[in-house]
């Protein structure tokens, strides 16, 4: 993936939280290795709220430090160069392209801000360490990660990784907010299955990410030029091995003692995460994306 370099990057739409401290704190409830990787997979990509004093309590990371993103992120030139500046360029292709989605339909799309922390942050959903994994808060419409993360999904996971693997991560994550503006995951509980609501509400948001995907060397920065300016079939290949590697399935089995519950099941199979971003990618069309209204979820 390579970004356009005389393209202008908006960085208003993060906030760089980690130059402040927070101390690493366990998963509450004396998880065990398996317990706190199932955690950490239902977390992780939801848009279901963390519960409120869920996690033991950390340092409150609430200054705002990005004056060294402001600094070094400046165009696409800069995203091609350094890891920070490509995320926010990521970011702020998906915003375009939902914002362009949203116009269309006549609505508007509000933009919101993603939070990049290291260790432990908090939010208005509640405390979180870096153990949950990249996730979206509904009670303040933001996404939260810490970087790091990308580096778990090649040395723990096994993922190729990649830039386009980071950017499949961020899309989905903003896949939740579009639900959360749509009033989509008010619609779902919390019950866990193989065609339950949290299973079609993550593919749902895989769906989203592929959709992006698909236009994302179309859509505008400020000046009027497409942040990206190619995507390869490698791009694509290291995407769907990622989807892959975050299946309830392979997560089951490859890390969590080797047996498949599907009735644990609360982010789909390794299969139909690979089909839901494909249909995205496919056909481009977010309407395409409704996973509540088909039996056959792949």
Not at 111 to 139: D, E, I, L, M, Q
């Amino acid at each position: 993936m390579q970004f356009n370099e005389g393209a202008e990057l908006d960085l208003s739409q993060v906030s760089d939280q980690r130059g402040v401290g927070g101390r690493v704190a366990g998963v509450g409830g004396g998880l065990g290795v398996v317990g706190l990787i199932i955690y950490f997979l239902f977390q992780q990509f939801t848009g279901i709220q963390l519960p409120a004093g869920g996690l033991e309590g950390l340092g409150n990371n609430t200054q705002v430090e990005s004056g060294q993103l402001l600094e070094k992120c400046r165009t696409g030139a800069d995203a091609n160069r350094d890891s920070d500046c490509r995320v926010v360029a990521t970011i702020n292709s998906i915003q375009g392209f939902w914002t362009d989605q949203f116009a269309r339909s006549g609505n508007t799309y509000q933009v919101t801000k993603t939070n990049f922390f290291r260790n432990s942050v908090n939010t208005r959903c509640g405390n979180a360490t870096s153990a949950v994994g990249p996730f979206y808060c509904p009670a303040d419409s933001q996404v939260y990660i810490d970087l790091d993360f990308f580096n778990e999904l090649r040395t723990k996971f096994g993922a190729t990784g990649g830039p386009f693997v980071e950017a499949y991560v961020l899309a989905h994550e903003y896949g939740h907010h579009v639900q959360n503006l749509l009033g989509t995951s008010d619609r779902v509980g919390r019950e866990t299955g193989p065609t339950s609501g949290s299973v079609r509400l993550e593919l749902q948001a895989d769906c989203y990410a592929g959709a992006w995907a698909k236009a994302a060397t179309t859509v505008p920065s400020a000046n009027g030029q497409p942040l990206i300016s190619n995507i390869t079939q490698e791009d694509i290949d290291a995407a769907l091995d990622a989807a892959a590697r975050i299946g309830d399935d392979f997560i089951q089995s490859e890390l969590g003692g080797g047996r498949v519950d599907t009735t644990k099941f609360s982010h789909g199979s390794s299969q139909q995460r690979q089909k839901w971003f494909t249909t995205g990618l496919q056909t481009g069309d977010p309407a395409r994306c409704n996973t509540f209204d088909t039996n056959n979820l792949g």
